[in-house]
């Protein structure tokens, strides 16, 4: 049995015959839709995310004659894309992660696909790590959160935020200390 012919092409050779064929487009949102939604559900909650990784993919299909692979790989722009969107998001999220700190964790997360998200997302935030991220920048909360749910590179956090990679890093680490300030202690590993 051979493999379908778009299994042995890259995401930009995806990318380009997807302008030609809009229907080609399919094998990129097949390959990349689990993880965006698994970071926008971390950062919005599972039921806004439908909705965002939705727009994510139509921005991407309607953006994909521009795309430009010596900027970068086609993971990394659906991923800034899905960043940019989930600003637009920005008071949602903030409101989740502060009622996440007031309320704490529902346990009875619901059917078996909330129960898959729940265990990536946010849902499974203590109240201390919820106050402390709704307590970061926009910025700093975007690398935090890039590499925490979509475990991204440094360099890939760099090409998706359009910044250097030693910001990448120095966001990090600044995010990393206002956290661990932020926690009770014995959190630290968190």
Known sequence: MTAPPDLDRTDAELIAASVRDGDRFTAVYDMYYADIHRYVAGRLGPQAADDVVAETFLAAFRRRAAFD???GAVRPWLFGIATTLIAQHRRTETRRYRALAQVGVDRDPGGHDERVADSV?????QPSLARALAGLSRKDRDVVLLKALAQLSHEEIADVLGIPYGTVGSRLNRARRKLRAALPTGT???
């Open 69 to 71: 692979p010596s900027r």
């Open 121 to 125: 997302s946010a849902e499974r935030l």
């Open 188 to 190: 630290e590993g968190t």
